[in-house]
């Protein structure tokens, strides 16, 4: 469950799909000739937005001082800031091969200094298709790395770890040298680890990306 301060990421999501159901058909980028923009094979784009932490995962042990359920990453932490850098690689028309190298962060519930974060370094399979709408629509979903703040102890995640993302989001084409894209993401990260809880959460973000 997330937490009601966090209702925002809801909001945001709303107003985002809104926006794109409601703009003009077709919309796409024109080159000089009045054609639409050619595919180019690799792109660049930085993305900045928000982390919302989310109340799933596991109990924890015993052992773990009995912190269940605020063992759970939303139990620990509220939002805080997320950006990353992706460089997207076309292999086919609908299909892109994309690096992310992102960092999440959390406002810790309990001490201002150690507000926890996360680097993730992780290889997505990118699927396009196209809504009503006419904007570029895509599901996302791959592997990943996630190296946390170092030196904090249970119930946070102790060292670096593998985890895996999946995400929805949009293209939105624009006249010139770049285009605009935005996306929801949900993370899971110490899947590697049996003998530590899983952290689950989500990132809200929007990219410019440069064609």
Not at 4 to 24: H, Y
Not at 80 to 107: C, E, M, P, W
Not at 171 to 184: M, N, T, V, Y
Request: some cysteine.
């Amino acid at each position: 469950m997330i937490k009601k301060k966090n209702s925002l990421l809801l909001r945001g999501v709303m107003v985002l799909f809104l926006l794109a159901l409601v703009l003009p058909l077709g919309v796409l980028a024109q080159d000089t000739t009045g054609t639409t923009a050619k595919v180019r094979h690799l792109r660049l784009s930085f993305h900045v937005g928000a982390t919302y932490p989310l109340s799933l995962g596991t109990y924890p042990k015993e052992e773990w001082g009995g912190l269940a359920p605020d063992n759970y990453l939303n139990g620990l932490a509220d939002s805080n800031v997320h950006f990353r850098f992706n460089l997207d690689y076309a292999i086919a028309d609908k299909i892109d091969v994309v690096a992310i190298l992102g960092f999440s962060q959390f406002t810790d519930d309990y001490a201002a200094s150690v507000h926890y974060y996360t680097f993730n370094i992780s290889t997505n399979v990118k699927w396009f298709f196209t809504a009503p709408s006419g904007l570029n629509w895509f599901l996302t979903a791959g592997p990943g790395l996630y190296i946390p703040k170092p030196n904090l102890a249970l119930p946070y995640p102790t060292s670096s770890t593998v985890g895996f993302n999946v995400g929805l989001g949009a293209r939105i084409p624009l006249s010139g040298p770049f285009d605009l894209e935005w996306g929801i993401d949900w993370h899971c990260m110490n899947i590697s680890k049996t003998d530590e809880p899983k952290y689950w959460f989500l990132t809200l973000q929007l990219g410019v990306l440069f064609r």
